[in-house]
């Protein structure tokens, strides 16, 4: 299943989800209750076969973009991990 980012910008944080594509996507913050918007993130491929996650980020980066790329991860967002919620008893 696909891991989903939602975030809350009042709350700085932005929750990582993991649910199927026709459940429904988290609604409200756990914490303040407000609206959460999803963020559109890359998917996990490794489509040139690099060593690394880093050498595929920075391969054809020109300057400007990778000034802007640090810039985007320097946010002090924190993020949490929400489980699935689990469809059945665990003792059947």
Not at 3 to 9: D, G, N, R
Not at 10 to 31: F, K, Q
Not at 50 to 75: C, H, I, N, W
Request: proline share 13%; glycine share 4%.
């Amino acid at each position: 299943m696909p891991v989903y980012q939602y975030e809350c910008t009042p709350c700085l944080v932005v929750y990582e989800v993991v649910h199927g594509m026709n459940d429904p996507p988290l609604a409200s913050c756990p914490r303040c209750e407000g609206s959460v918007t999803r963020l559109i993130s890359a998917p996990r491929i490794n489509r040139h076969n690099f060593s690394g996650p880093t050498e595929a980020k920075y391969a054809k980066v020109s300057p400007q973009q990778e000034v802007a790329m640090e810039r985007d991860l320097q946010r002090v967002d924190e993020r949490i991990w929400l489980p699935p919620p689990v469809k059945h008893e665990p003792w059947d």
